[in-house]
């Protein structure tokens, strides 16, 4: 199992990096090869579909980067669910595909175990699997059991904000719970969930400066608990603004597409969202006069 991980993650690095002799769809990522991030999507975006099948709809929109989810089944005659508990064959089958997709699994969650054991066991799956950063609402008991493990397996923790009154809802709060541990605990923020709870969601991109690791990205109908998902420029959400923060920060995370709505059918408006997102950072770049 270990030579097989090994073989998988160079493949995908060779990928990744340019060694294919042929890219039949173009990344969505290297056509923004001048913004210091990388553009990724979550699978709980096709919630309605097998893991495998988000694979395929993100090879579909050029993204090469996905976020997975506990509790997806697996696909194409995998018996099981994404999950730390997955077996070495299971494991095994996933990183396949991956591969066969030039797609990389850059996160889990939101995931927030509650023993040492399971938080241990959870690395380890992060490790076996290449998996960069684990999205989670940690107990605020574990924030130091976290903090050492993340040094210890150099893997990220990036905590994710529900809606008010989740625990992280405020990013004051998380910033002040985080002051202090390691490095490797982040900051994922959830910009629709920031416009639920009333708050400002460029303040709050600007609150987090310097702990942002990712974005759960998306535009939302209107503020307030009652807000849906929708194509990123027609909502409330100042997607552009929340853009040109990014650009000042200089972030270089993952930038990841969440579109809870109409997960059974929803390629159509994530297409429009990506569409409106080249043509705000080409307003962005003209704005700068230069290259992002």
Same mark, same amino acid.
């Given at each position: ?12 690095l060779f990928l990744l990096t340019g060694g294919a002799c042929t890219q039949p769809e173009k990344r969505s990522d290297a056509g923004r090869s ?99 950063? $684990? ?13 050492? *493990? ?27 719970? $985080? ?12 910009v629709g969930h920031w416009v639920r709870s009333g708050l400002d969601p460029v303040a709050g991109l600007q609150t987090v400066r310097g702990r *942002? ?40 995370g993952f930038l990841s597409i969440e579109y809870e709505r109409n997960p059974t059918d929803n390629m159509q408006e994530i297409k429009e969202s ?9 307003? $962005? ?8």
């Open positions: 199992m270990k030579q097989r991980i090994l073989f998988v993650t160079l493949m995908m001048d913004v210091p991030w990388k553009m990724a999507i979550l699978a709980y975006t096709f919630r309605n579909h097998t893991f495998f099948e988000a694979v395929d709809k993100a090879r579909e929109l050029g993204i090469h980067y996905i976020g997975g989810y506990p509790g997806q089944p697996i696909g194409r005659g995998v018996e099981g669910t994404m999950s730390p508990a997955m077996d070495d064959d299971q494991r095994e089958k996933v990183l396949d595909y991956l591969a066969s997709k030039e797609v990389k699994l850059i996160d889990f969650g939101v995931i927030s175990p509650d023993s040492e054991a399971e938080w241990t066991a959870l690395f380890e799956f992060a490790k076996a699997m290449g998996i960069e950063n $684990i999205v989670s609402e940690p107990d605020p008991r574990y924030l130091e059991l976290v903090s050492a *493990l993340c040094d210890q397996y150099q893997i990220n923790v990036a905590i994710h904000n529900h809606a008010a009154p989740s625990q992280y809802w405020n990013p004051d709060t998380l910033m002040n719970r $985080i002051q202090g541990k390691s490095e490797r605990i982040g900051v994922c923020a959830d *942002l690791m990712e974005l759960h990205f998306k535009d939302v109908s209107v503020a307030g608990m009652d807000a849906e998902d929708v194509v990123w420029g027609t909502g409330v959400n100042e997607v552009e603004a929340m853009l040109a923060e990014l650009v000042d920060q200089g972030f270089s990506l569409q409106f997102y080249e043509e705000a950072l080409a307003r $962005i770049k003209k704005a700068m006069n230069g290259p992002l």
